[in-house]
């Protein structure tokens, strides 16, 4: 069963950081792509970045960040934990939502965890 379990959530100052964890099961997380999205409040879901393998090599990968978290947020895993990480650098309240790891880039992602509720606030 493919499980994904997202933590490390919580309430940040503006411009604080923040580091996501998601811990895979099921699959692993070097062999296919693994996306990071939110949902802010009253929102629909937020591409923010994602992590795609090398065909043929999964130690290889190329990385791809929205607009809105380029140079602030960083997708990186750990495969021997079968864990993906979302470094969050300078948060802003617009960063304020439910983080989702999500398997794939599938449009709606929908293979995706539970989430964690991040919130800038003072």
């Known amino acids: 069963e493919v499980q994904l379990v997202e933590s490390g959530g919580g309430v940040v100052p503006p411009g604080g950081s923040l580091r996501l964890s998601c811990e895979a099961s099921?699959?692993?997380?070097?062999?296919?792509?693994m996306s990071w999205v939110r949902q802010a409040p009253g929102k629909g879901l937020e591409w923010l970045t994602s992590?795609?393998?090398?065909?043929?090599?999964?130690?290889?990968?190329?990385?791809d960040s929205a607009d809105s978290v380029k140079g602030r947020f960083l997708i990186s895993r750990d495969s021997a934990k079968n864990m993906v990480f979302l470094q969050m650098n300078d948060l802003q309240y617009e960063d304020t939502g439910v983080y989702f790891c999500?398997?794939?880039?599938?449009?709606?992602?929908?293979?995706r965890g539970q989430g964690t509720q991040v919130t800038v606030s003072p």
């Open positions: 999500a398997r794939g880039t599938t449009e709606g992602f929908p293979v």
């Open positions: 992590m795609i393998p090398f065909p043929g090599d999964p130690t290889k990968f190329t990385r």
């Open positions: 099921g699959f692993a997380v070097n062999r296919g792509a």
